[in-house]
């Protein structure tokens, strides 16, 4: 993470503090001036607040102090084309603290569009996370009507921002409890025109289902029926986590009905495993019916966790259709490498492989680190 913390650096910071300096010249902004230092220690997160604290503190010195004043400031400064990048991100985080501190209720709706104003130089969907958490209703009405918009940013903006496990934002309660508020949004834009749109789609789709599997597949199920050239790659990348579970109802709609196969025994090339390093395994597969049979070929890996138990992780290996009574061998290499988002520890591993969303077969290995 430590080339993301310098996306936010004392340089971005102080090219802001000029910004804001032109757009409005009678301010003060010695909290700003201050909020470039003793960066250095501080994650994307921690300089984002320091800096979002230090704009709300400056905009509040302002002589009519309030958001109405500071939204104008901001929107002045947006004028500047060089605004621009993750500076961005305490900026739309102190815009949103100023809209929900205020009495005016025009303010929320206001702070909601100029995120959308901004969102084409730096994606606002972190700092909408509070508004949505305030008054989701409220919130989902007004971003419903994005999903129009003729910049491609913000429909995105429509579909990320209300993602139910947005990676790292503020989780929304009601984005979980109520896994259909966000569906009209899906709905409008699972067609988009542009592909940055229809990624998020899928993205958003996936976070479903991680709570409610049955609406997920309802609306693929929905989108198959009215699709476009790209609706069946939106529905394949949504129902990725479904399908790599088996679950299924989306295991059917891919085209995965269950089959009748054989599986050999799943050879390793080696049974330890030293790390930084990778394990080899092969095995056939083979269909005993007699129909041809399309399969979703995963493979499971058991990794040992700290307290001595296993926790597995689901790797896509291939889809293949075979013909009655036909075989084939496949096989891969699976890395062990140090990850920031895994932690492995030594002991005792396993793989099994998983056809249709059934497991087949177990092969033990040790890992070393």
Known sequence: MGAMNELINRQSVGVLAGILVTAAPAARWPALAGAGTGLAELS????????????????????????????????????????????????????????????????????????????????GEFAIRRLLARDPDAALQAIRTWTGHPDEHVRRLASEGTRAYLPWAVRVP????????????????YRDPSEYVRRSVANHLNDLARHAPAVVVSTAAGWLAA?????????????????????????????FEPASVAVSELRLDRIEVAMPG?????????????EPARLAVDYAVHYRKANGSQSVKIFKLTALTLAPGETRTLGKRHAFKPMTTRVHHPGLHALELQVNGLRHGRAEFNVST
């Not at 009601?174 to 834009?189: F, G, M, N, S």
């Not at 129902?239 to 709609?253: C, D, I, S």
């Not at 990778?278 to 007699?290: A, T």
């Open 278 to 290: 990778d394990l080899g395994f092969e095995f056939e597969i083979s269909n005993s019916g007699s």
């Open 44 to 123: 994307l997160r921690q300089r984002t607040d320091q800096v979002s604290a230090a704009l709300v503190a400056d905009l509040g010195r302002l002589s009519d102090p309030g958001y109405a004043t500071a939204a104008r400031v901001l929107r002045k400064a947006l004028a500047d084309p060089g605004l621009t990048g993750w500076i961005l991100w305490p900026v739309s985080e102190a815009a949103v603290t100023l809209a929900l501190e205020s009495d005016d209720a025009r303010d929320f709706g206001d702070c909601l569009a100029f995120l959308a104003e901004l969102t084409p130089r730096l994606t």
């Open 174 to 189: 009601a984005l979980v409890q109520r896994p259909e508020a966000t569906l009209p949004i899906l709905d409008a834009l």
């Open 227 to 255: 699709p476009d050239a790209n609706t069946a790659w939106v529905v394949r990348h949504g129902l990725r986590t479904l399908v790599k579970k088996g679950h299924p109802e989306a295991l059917a709609l891919q085209g």
